[in-house]
């Protein structure tokens, strides 16, 4: 009878120090690099995204992502500039100046696009489309479309609690528009390049029914993932 061969343990290898200190600086390079130009990580502030979002939700959103219809987007503010640049320039808000288009100015200097306030807010048209709202009804094109994002028990909550806030008699969740009513824009279609958005809680969102169209320059990533609070995760 064969005795049965046994075959030989390949030796272990082992890292050395340098290489244990190559390998990671190069994952802390790739995680940088992913974090400052692939992924963002943002916490909601504000009531424009309620229900759907509310202040301290934290989220993963991606740059450089395809901008569609009905995302929920992270921007650079048009016509606002950030706190800290507020401070360190020492600039007040009656020297800053919106001229639209996504153009904001601090005397003769643009301010730059990562010194702005964070938004964020729903993309509702896309270039070349045509918006018009009636009676919290959207058409987009010419057509009617849905909003399933648009909570009816939480609008007609919002209503009441704004008509007592400002002793108005508001009838309508979305106030009745057509881009060549908005003063901001005051256009037939979106222009190419540029996106036309609103937050979901329109009764009190400052968006471009305000501030007008935003240059693709001015949305710094696209919402992909809601990931905490843990029991509200949801992928976008």
């Known amino acids: 009878m064969e005795e049965s061969m046994k075959r030989p343990r390949p030796p272990k290898h082992t890292l050395s120090a340098w290489q244990l200190l190559i390998f990671a600086v190069v994952v802390f390079i790739a995680t940088t690099f992913v974090m400052t130009f692939v992924v963002s990580k943002d916490t909601v502030s504000g009531p424009s995204m309620e229900p759907g979002l509310s202040t301290g939700d934290r989220l993963i959103s991606l740059q450089h992502k395809k901008v569609r219809r009905n995302d929920i987007v992270v921007l650079y503010a048009p016509d606002e500039a950030s706190s800290a640049y507020m401070e360190h320039t020492g600039a007040k808000n009656s020297d800053l100046t919106y001229v639209g288009n996504g153009k904001l100015f601090n005397g003769d200097s643009l301010v730059p696009l990562k010194s702005r306030e964070l938004y964020i807010k729903r993309v509702i048209g896309l270039p070349g489309d045509t918006i018009r709202s009636k009676n919290d009804k959207l058409y987009i094109n010419g057509k009617r479309v849905k909003q399933p994002y648009l909570n009816k028990s939480f609008m007609e909550a919002a209503i009441k609690r704004y008509n007592i806030a400002n002793g108005t008699s508001e009838k309508y969740f979305t106030k009745n528009f057509s881009l060549k009513t908005i003063t901001a824009s005051q256009t037939a279609k979106v222009p190419a390049g540029e996106y036309f958005v609103m937050g979901d809680n329109r009764i009190i969102s400052h ?19 809601r990931y905490w609070p843990i029991s509200s995760w949801k992928f976008y």
Not at 207 to 225: C, H, K, L, R
Request: proline share 5%.
């Open 207 to 225: 968006d471009s029914t305000a501030f007008g169209f935003v240059p693709a320059e001015n949305i710094q990533s696209v919402v992909v993932w």
